[in-house]
């Protein structure tokens, strides 16, 4: 059983020795450098005493998740992977068990922190999708609003034209009635002269009104046909 001072130590050499696996991908292909590793491994564990902490494990990893001069999480699992593959026979089964499980709690913690970066990203670009979604829907609901205001306008325009128009055909009737009673009295009484001044009068007024109808036309419906468009 390992005293608090040496678990403090084995601790120490164990964070170490993970961050130094973060940093350098090449640090294994030196035989010098592996076979270091490889003895600094095998001290930690040989004696079937200490146990990695998954605190330790996952403190580092985030560390260096969130910092990225303190290493490279696929570095961490590449190396940590090439000492699990490339196990010296000589080593002690205690230290062959350890990095087996150091290989596994590691990536597992890799694995879980890459899925959530996963889930981040894909929520960042829903969120973004949302607020474009948004800003169209206020976009569009801004057109709408201006295309309804001038929808009402044109039909104020259009209700005060058509009463314009009802009101000039009624007084056409009316002249039309009044005119036609006035000539059936002057044809009944032989006034053939006031009868052909009343025509006169009467072709005039028609024209008039013609030319009326003709400007309502060109200078109010058509400009509010236009408007709509």
């Not at 076979?35 to 996952?58: P, V, W």
């Not at 009944?188 to 007024?205: A, D, K, L, P, R």
Request: glycine residues 2%.
């Amino acid at each position: 059983m390992l005293n608090s001072k040496d678990e403090k130590d084995h601790r120490e050499y164990f964070r170490v020795t993970l961050y130094q696996l973060a940093k350098d991908q090449t640090i294994l292909s030196d035989e010098k450098k592996f076979k270091l590793i490889i003895q600094l491994l095998d001290t930690i564990y040989s004696n079937g005493e200490f146990r990695h902490y998954y605190s330790d494990i996952y403190s580092i990893i985030t560390s260096i998740d969130q910092d990225p001069s303190k290493g490279n999480l696929e570095i961490l699992s590449q190396n940590i992977s090439y000492i699990k593959d490339h196990l010296d026979t000589g080593l002690c089964e205690n230290t062959k068990n350890s990095i087996r499980k150091l290989y596994d709690h590691a990536n597992l913690d890799i694995a879980r922190i890459n899925y959530i970066k996963t889930l981040q990203s894909q929520n960042l670009s829903r969120e973004k999708e949302i607020l474009t979604l948004q800003d169209t829907i206020s976009s569009k609901h801004g057109e709408l609003s201006d295309s309804f205001e001038r929808m009402e306008h044109d039909i104020k325009d259009l209700y005060a034209n058509i009463l314009t128009l009802m009101g000039i055909f009624v007084a056409v009737f009316a002249f039309i009635a009044v005119n036609s009673n006035i000539t059936f009295e002057l044809t009944q009484s032989n006034q053939s002269n006031i009868f052909w001044g009343i025509v006169i009068i009467n072709i005039f007024v028609a024209v008039c009104i013609i030319a009326l109808l003709f400007t309502l036309k060109f200078f109010i419906i058509r400009p509010l046909k236009k408007r709509r468009r």
